[in-house]
């Protein structure tokens, strides 16, 4: 299983002081050296971590995989197809929530997503979908044409108690198994963390695993290729 690892969150420590450091792209390389199959990044309409220049020089010097995920609007599609990272994950976006909180509504949005998703294939981009963990809205990422759809596991990360988080667990995998089903690439994440990612790891549909604050969070103490290598370790004992 593939290894994303999200530098979101170096940049808002940087941000918060409109300073130079830390800088994510340093943090990405470190990610790399630890382990890391491939690095996210999360560039906002409003900048509020990721900066244009961070995904430009990004993409000139990471040496596995650049997933860039963005919001569905010309702005982003421009940028995409100028920067062209070796994939694009199409998230829902508002201004006012911290992080992002929900799935696109895939059903509710398909005349909207499918121009968007033929322009980025067209232009030679995988198109990945962020999704909740719904048959539907995987069979409607299918239909408009996404390489693959990474399912949405908030629910699962924030379940209170035991029956919540297996409920949770199970909608993740049958949307998964469905989404592999269809012959989509099928990855997941949001939420996931050093004591939550094991029950996701044993999904045998998944390719790959967006992890970011957890990981932030971790290197903070202990440094970035550290925190990546115990990561890309609990990944390994699938």
Known sequence: ???????DHVATVRQ???A?????VRAALLAELGGADGITVHLRADRRHIQDRDVEILRRVVATRLNVEMAA???????????KPD????????????????????V???????????????GGLHVSLFVDPDLEQV????????????????????????????????????????GRKLGLGVHAGHGLSYSNVH???ALPELEELNIGHSIVARAVLVGMERAVREMAELLRRR
């Open 87 to 106: 994939q694009v994950t199409l998230v829902p976006e508002r201004r006012e929530e911290v992080t992002t909180e929900g799935g696109l509504d895939v």
């Open 16 to 18: 918060a002081r409109r």
């Open 20 to 24: 130079n450091e830390p800088d994510p």
């Open 1 to 7: 299983m593939r290894l994303g690892v999200n530098v």
């Open 199 to 201: 029950a996701i790891v």
């Open 139 to 178: 069979k409607e990422s299918y239909k408009i044409d996404a390489h693959a759809v990474e399912i949405n596991t908030a629910a699962y990360a924030d379940a209170q108690d035991a029956r919540g988080r297996e409920a949770a667990l199970r909608k993740v995998a049958d949307a998964a198994r469905h």
């Open 73 to 83: 609007t010309q702005e982003m599609l421009r940028i995409a197809l100028t920067v």
């Open 108 to 122: 509710l949005n398909s005349a909207q997503l499918r121009p968007v998703i033929r322009t980025l294939r067209d």
